[in-house]
């Protein structure tokens, strides 16, 4: 069965220090994808970014950066130099059936004090 | 804009009353997914379709009924059998079946039950 852990149930940082939120994931298939989203005050999850189970390559996009570890069953994400519009629920999420359910993190709650 | 519309924001029901949550997407999306959401968890799949008149059992379907009459809606409906009905309701897409589609959300409907 799928699983996917978050153990950080909040952080609390002040604006500029760079943060990271961990993942943590369980699976027996080979082929996977992993998902990052962010739950703001309004409560719509949005899309950050995906990973299928074959590109290990990390990624940066502007302040984010994340770093998928096969090895380790880990995909955490990075802020780098906080705001305080980066305040949110983050949740990594695990699909790794044709049907394409997510199974998803209980979340890290983020507080970027200014 | 596309997007997933959900209504209403807040609901408020009696104990022993069925409802029904109003979820619509105009981005000719394929799949459709209804999530549950308790304080300080995850996401947790109640129910989803790929595509019309058919739909599958998610995690925690009991108590819940949903319908795919039309791509555009995915209607659920809590019923009185649902022992703990009160949480925060998501309604999701993805543009096709598979484990390699994001999923886009709703803003979400808020059910409290007394």
């Known amino acids: 069965a799928q699983k996917v852990t978050q153990a950080q149930t909040e952080i609390s940082v002040v604006e500029k220090e760079d943060v990271t939120l961990d993942c943590v994931y369980e699976t027996r298939d080979t082929t996977y994808y992993l998902f990052w989203y962010k739950q703001p005050p309004s409560g719509e999850l949005v899309f950050l970014i995906r990973?299928?189970?074959?590109?290990?390559q990390n990624e940066i996009s502007g302040r984010y950066s994340w770093n998928f570890q096969k090895s380790t069953s880990s995909f955490n994400f990075t802020i780098t130099a906080s705001q305080v519009v980066d305040s949110a629920v983050y949740f990594c999420?695990?699909?790794?059936?044709?049907?394409?359910?997510?199974?998803f993190g209980d979340g890290t709650t983020l507080t970027v004090k200014p | 804009d596309g997007g997933i519309t959900q209504s209403p924001k807040y609901l408020f029901r009696k104990e022993g009353q069925n409802v029904t949550l109003s979820c619509e997407q105009n981005l000719n999306h394929d799949a459709m997914y209804w999530y549950r959401q308790d304080p300080g968890q995850g996401l947790r799949l109640i129910y989803y379709s790929q595509i019309v008149n058919d739909f599958q059992k998610g995690d925690i379907a009991e108590g819940y009924s949903v319908s795919r009459e039309k791509k555009e809606s995915f209607p659920l409906t809590v019923t009185s059998a649902q022992k703990n009905p009160t949480a925060f309701y998501l309604c999701?897409?993805?543009?096709?079946?598979?484990?390699?589609?994001?999923?886009?959300f709703g803003n979400g409907t808020r059910l409290t039950v007394t």
């Open positions: 999420a695990l699909s790794e059936s044709e049907a394409g359910k997510s199974t």
């Open positions: 990973r299928n189970s074959f590109d290990e």
């Open positions: 999701a897409s993805s543009k096709v079946k598979g484990r390699q589609s994001p999923l886009h």
